[in-house]
């Protein structure tokens, strides 16, 4: 469940500009001009965007998303050409009132793109810690996400589609990119097993409550913060995904790795139960929750096993025991008959 990573920029002038000028944002950000008021963080008068800052601590450092923080704020410089209409969309809806206490909202910025790369800004909150995994803030989540798939869609304005289908699409497309491996025929023989829309390759049907719902699109535990630091309650992080759709996705990551044995019963029991218990629209109050998890676990799965053989290609190295344990689970996958109601694969 944790965040997808990926290279740091091909080009070391192009990484260092833009970190040198997040490092910027980020700081007028913490602390917005007022003449003659030191940072707290960092004792220094406010510099303007561009010029860098000796204080900065960069975050993450990826060709899509790159992360720079400086003392209470970060900022953070999107994928290229995400500075659409659709992208503006979503960092609206994270600054709409209705979703206080769901989503982090964000900050003004001083510069809202660099080198092409669109920028925002945040509050810094504290992460998931990794290495407590018994305090991982798994009902939370739940009942964040049931907030999110509640949010009445009529008041937010024209939305684009979350990008889920989409982003496994485009792990394919990455493990396909690194060339021949021995482990992708059965990630291959599962995702051709999936239906179109689950692959992005159209349109997703209605979910089955009936009605699409505000989606984050990209769940997992690096997707919640704690804000205001050290103590405040969990936020969501991240709209780049986010958008309408079947609400059932924002569930997959869990339950898919629930299905290969990697998350154990008591920790998806725990989690379904709290989305349940906050009235969550993607499952039902009751009963068996897998004739609509089933198609986005199974696109999860797939999408977690193609980047684990993209990146242990690019890293030369063989697959670690986790990462052996979602192929294995797409080998199991593709020898299962399609979904009811889809039909057979070519």
């Known amino acids: 469940m944790q965040q997808d990573s990926h290279p740091r920029d091909s080009h070391p002038r192009d990484s260092d500009t833009l970190l040198r000028t997040l490092a910027g944002v980020a700081r007028s950000a913490a602390h917005p001009p007022r003449p003659r008021t030191p940072c707290a963080a960092c004792g220094a008068l406010p510099v303007a965007p561009g010029r860098g800052d000796p ?6 450092d990826r060709p899509d998303g790159t992360v720079v923080r400086h003392g209470r704020a970060v900022a953070k410089a999107h994928a290229p050409g995400a500075g659409s209409p659709e992208h503006r969309a979503r ?85 396909r990119a690194v060339g021949p491996h021995p482990a992708a025929a059965p990630v291959e023989a599962a995702w051709r097993r999936l239906p179109p829309w689950a692959r992005g390759g159209t349109a997703a049907p209605l979910p089955a409550a009936g009605r699409p719902a505000l989606c984050h699109g990209d769940l997992h535990l690096g997707q919640l913060v704690r804000h205001p630091v050290p103590e405040g309650a969990w936020l969501l992080i991240d709209v780049d995904d986010l958008g309408t759709g079947d609400p059932a996705w924002d569930l997959a990551r869990p339950a898919a790795w629930f299905a290969a044995g990697l998350l154990a019963p008591d920790i998806w029991e725990r ?76």
Do not use: N
């Open 55 to 60: 204080a900065a601590g960069v975050l993450a």
């Open 91 to 175: 960092l609206a809806v994270a600054a709409h009132p209705l979703l206080t206490g769901i989503l982090l909202p964000p900050l003004p910025v001083a510069l809202d793109e660099v080198r092409g790369r669109p920028v925002s800004a945040w509050p810094y909150g504290v992460p998931v810690d990794p290495e407590d995994p018994a305090a991982a803030p798994w009902e939370e989540a739940a009942v964040l996400l049931a907030r999110l798939h509640r949010t009445p869609l009529t008041a937010l304005g024209p939305l684009p589609p979350m990008r889920g289908p989409a982003k496994a699409a485009l792990a394919v497309e990455r493990m």
């Open 271 to 346: 989690f379904l139960g709290a989305y349940r218990a906050a009235a969550g629209p993607a499952v039902p109050a009751d009963g068996d929750p897998w004739p609509r998890l089933d198609v986005p676990a199974r696109a999860l799965t797939v999408q977690t096993a193609a980047l684990a053989i993209a990146k242990s290609t690019a890293e030369g190295r063989e697959l670690d025991e986790v990462e052996s344990e979602v192929v294995a689970a797409c080998a199991r996958m593709a020898a299962l008959p399609p979904p009811q109601g889809e039909p057979a694969p070519a």
